[in-house]
Nanobody, 119 residues
């Protein structure tokens, strides 16, 4: 069974940094795109950053230049380095990954990790 397990959230002051990690527990299927999404209270879930198997990245405009997404394919892990955090970054961050058996590709979500940024 596919599971994505996140870690690294917490409380930080504005201007601080956090690093999120998300590891896929299953190692049979091919992992395609991976990424991070976030949902603030009362808002919809929005894309933060995505990364392809070859390392092509895409960022939301609000985090570009502050956040960096990376992946370690051997460890089946995706990271999100968040620098210069702002109170507006406060949200539950969830990782996302696409798993494929070569024919069918399905997307899975982690359980989410909370990031709180105080002003």
């Amino acid at each position: 069974q596919v599971q994505l397990v996140e870690s690294g959230g917490g409380l930080v002051q504005a201007g601080g940094s956090l690093r999120l990690s998300c590891v896929a527990s299953e190692n049979t299927f091919i992992i395609k795109n991976m990424g991070w999404y976030r949902q603030a209270p009362g808002n919809q879930r929005d894309m933060v950053a995505t990364i392809s198997p070859g390392g092509i990245t895409n960022y939301a405009a609000s985090v570009k230049g502050r956040f960096t997404v990376a992946r370690d394919n051997a460890k089946r892990t995706v990271y999100l380095q968040m620098n210069n955090l702002e109170p507006e970054d406060t949200a539950v961050y969830s990782c996302f990954a696409e798993f494929s058996d070569g024919d069918v590709t399905l997307g899975y979500w982690g359980q989410g990790t909370r990031v709180s940024v105080s002003s």
